[in-house]
């Protein structure tokens, strides 16, 4: 299944895993469609410097559904593309006001 994720430029996709609260979660918080950022606290925070993210797509195995978070927990298998955000905000139709 095909997901998406915004993180800081460079950062590996492999190797870490993403937080709930306090407690390490399975994998990594990812959207099943990348639109989804617009819709929770990490765009708020993350609009302020977009030349530091990318949106990463990638493969991967969902591990958990945990209600009250950005997302879902994804295991990655396979990195497809990364797109810095400046380029890939005005691709998708995104304009800021």
């Given at each position: 299944m095909k997901f998406f994720r915004v993180q800081p430029n460079a950062k590996p996709l492999f190797g870490h895993r993403s937080k709930l609260a306090f407690d390490e979660v399975?994998?990594?918080?990812?959207?099943?469609?990348?639109?989804?950022l617009f819709e929770n606290y990490t765009w708020l925070?993350?609009?302020k410097r977009l030349r530091d993210y990318e949106m990463i797509e990638f493969?991967?195995?969902?591990?958990?559904?945990?209600e009250d978070s950005e997302g879902v927990v994804v295991l990655p298998r396979k990195e497809i593309k990364r797109t810095p955000m400046l380029q890939w905000l005005p691709e998708h139709g995104y304009v800021d006001r």
């Open positions: 399975p994998g990594i918080f990812a959207y099943k469609k990348a639109e989804t925070h993350m609009r493969e991967g195995d969902i591990v958990d559904e945990p």
